[in-house]
């Protein structure tokens, strides 16, 4: 008999997206034959799943949920290929139970998550179902299950733009440092958590520019320190504007409802996935080449 390894798992995975157990079942019936346990996957999930599994998927949703006493919440992302998919009952009532899994269960990863049950399978043979159902990739890209040290407060912008905010006090507050969080979009709440490449980045930009700018050489460190200055207090959320109130920032609203604000977590569906971008015209140009 053949020895499976976790390899030709590994690899009848990514060929046809199938659940690793069915994998290792399917390398197993078909005695370690790679194309024939892949035929067995297909007529067992269709082919659908095989030919998604390869697609960009940058479309999706933000999922929230927060515990009763407003101390542990979780946001996942979950993404598709289209707009159309995202908003199908099946995928959005899955993106909630996976919020709420979190909490609950408190898994260590995506693998963690993706292996609990839910509606009589694992999420992972769920999911795999619904591509093959469907005929578009899915996946659970990120999770995060924080604790507050205040209360949670959350804001979801068009299932697209999801936050979570820790606030001691005015509860009435925290919503709307929420909202501010989706439309301004900080990078950190102070400038102790903008990464120092980002500060470095900043003024090497504002030296080259005010050497272009004919500036004194004597000149150049000052005009870079205002520039990173500038920058820090629009890319903190304490530092900016109020989007309801821009005479005041965000740190003197919170200091006149008597409240502080101890993190945020923001997501943003998409984020950083390079998307393909499509030549019509050329696929069909080179379709009618073969």
Do not use: W
Not at 32 to 53: C, P
Not at 111 to 122: E, R, V
């Amino acid at each position: 008999m053949a020895e499976i390894t976790a390899s030709m798992v590994k690899e009848l995975r990514e060929r046809t997206d199938a659940p690793m157990m069915d994998c290792k079942k399917a390398l197993t019936e078909a005695v370690g034959d790679m194309q024939k346990a892949e035929e067995i996957l297909r007529v067992r999930f269709g082919n659908k799943a095989a030919k998604s599994a390869g697609r960009v998927a940058a479309e999706g949703v933000v999922a929230i949920n927060i515990s009763a006493d407003g101390k542990t919440a979780a946001m996942v992302e979950v993404n598709c290929e289209t707009d159309f998919v995202a908003k199908n009952d099946d995928f959005l009532a899955l993106s909630k139970a996976l919020a709420q899994m979190v909490i609950d269960s408190n898994p260590a990863d995506v693998a963690a998550l993706s292996a609990l049950p839910y509606n009589g399978k694992t999420v992972e043979e769920f999911r795999t179902e619904m591509v093959g159902k469907i005929g578009e990739n899915m996946s659970i890209r990120r999770f995060a299950r924080l604790n507050a040290t205040g209360k949670f407060a959350s804001y979801i912008h068009g299932s697209k733009i999801g936050v979570l905010v820790d606030i001691a006090g005015d509860e009435a507050i925290a919503k709307d440092i929420a909202m501010h969080i989706a439309a301004s979009k900080p990078k950190s709440l102070d400038a102790s958590g903008v990464s120092q490449d980002l500060i470095d980045t900043e003024r090497r930009v504002a030296i080259e520019k005010a050497k272009e700018a004919g500036k004194p050489e004597a000149m150049l460190e000052k005009i870079a320190e205002g520039t990173v200055q500038k920058f820090l207090k629009e890319v903190t959320l304490l530092s900016q504007p109020f989007v309801k109130d821009d005479k005041q920032t965000v740190e003197q609203v919170l200091k006149s409802k008597g409240s502080q604000c101890h993190g945020f977590t923001m997501f943003i569906v998409g984020e950083g996935i390079e998307k393909k971008v499509s030549d019509f015209a050329a696929e069909v140009a080179a379709a009618s080449k073969v």
